[in-house]
């Protein structure tokens, strides 16, 4: 068989995939967007490098050099503003507990990352959202059984949708289908990645990703006739 | 429920889907659905959505004072610390 259309990135490059869209989204300063973030001597590495030494000015520059990338993953995973910049701000203050430990066996920023989804995942664990409530999404309810897609083809998306649908779309989904798709589909992390992550089966990942998908296209295919009442 | 030459109901394919998809192989040849529109549409959605969202990355500004509580909260841990 071939290779799926769905994707299968992995976020190991210094945002590399993303940056390959709009570096000035990858949360790097625009006049150093066009050098790899990892390359000898870059300003990023200097920057690094004298933040781990306590170089306060230097952790300035770091948190410039990621603010919109952590603050924007944060906002996605739980779809409010004041909790994003919360949890933003705890993520770099562990940032700035932990930099020294920060060997270089991967990229910064997908150590960075990783270190601002556990932080989000901890508090989103705090709220009461648990592996215990993806599982128990797993089960499948008279109203989110497989029969719920179907449908008639003509409701079909067409092979196009709205960016600003699919976002609110997204900002729409139970939290614990949204956590699984924000990173999967959009932070490009592979199911054995977020099983580990989250504490579930690599099962329960691809099944909660599965349905989050179908309540998305519901809701995507709801919308035409949404905004036609407007 | 459609039945189709494999004998799969629709039902039972979109149930193997999540496994199917996460495979990561192409399953547009799978026999269910070379004979059901329904699920060949869904999984048509299904891919559009996969590929809109790896293309969606609103990257949002946080708002300048942030900067000033990370740093006060810092400057706080550093004469905690020193306590």
């Given at each position: ?16 995939p993303r940056a390959a869209i709009d ?19 870059s300003p990023q590495l200097d920057a ?183 | ?83």
């Open positions: 068989m071939a290779q799926s259309r769905f994707p299968r990135q992995l976020p190991d490059s210094d945002y590399a570096p000035e989204r990858a949360g790097a300063p625009t006049a150093t967007a066009s050098l790899p973030a990892t390359s000898p001597n690094l490098s004298r933040a781990q030494g306590g170089d306060h000015q230097a952790f300035a520059e770091i948190y410039s050099q990621h603010k919109r990338r952590i603050y924007s993953l944060c906002l996605r995973m739980v779809g409010n503003i004041a909790e994003a910049e919360d949890l933003t701000q705890e993520a770099f203050l562990q940032l700035h507990r932990k930099i020294g430990t920060f060997r270089g066996d991967s990229a910064f920023s997908t150590w960075l990352h990783r270190l601002v989804i556990n932080v989000v995942l901890m508090h989103l664990r705090k709220k009461g959202l648990s592996v215990i409530s993806l599982d128990e999404a797993m089960e499948p309810t008279q109203d989110e059984g497989p029969g719920r897609s179907f449908g008639s083809a003509d409701l079909t998306l067409a092979g196009t949708i709205d960016r600003l649908a699919l976002e609110h779309a997204i900002g729409d989904l139970p939290a614990g289908y949204r956590l699984i798709f924000v990173l999967h589909d959009i932070e490009g992390y592979e199911h054995n990645e977020i099983a580990s992550m989250l504490d579930c089966s690599i099962g329960n990942s691809k099944s909660q990703l599965h349905k989050a998908r179908l309540k998305l296209r519901d809701a995507l295919r709801a919308f035409p006739r949404q905004e036609a009442r407007r | 429920m459609t039945e189709n030459q494999n004998n799969l109901t629709c039902a039972q394919f979109q149930s193997q889907l999540p496994d199917l998809i996460g495979s990561g192989l192409d399953i547009a040849d799978h026999p269910h659905l070379e004979s059901c529109d329904l699920c060949r549409a869904l999984l048509a959605d299904l891919e559009t959505i996969a590929e809109a969202a790896r293309q969606l990355f609103p990257v949002m500004e946080p708002p300048d004072e942030l900067w000033e509580h990370i740093e006060s909260a810092i400057k706080e841990e550093k004469s905690g610390s020193r306590e």
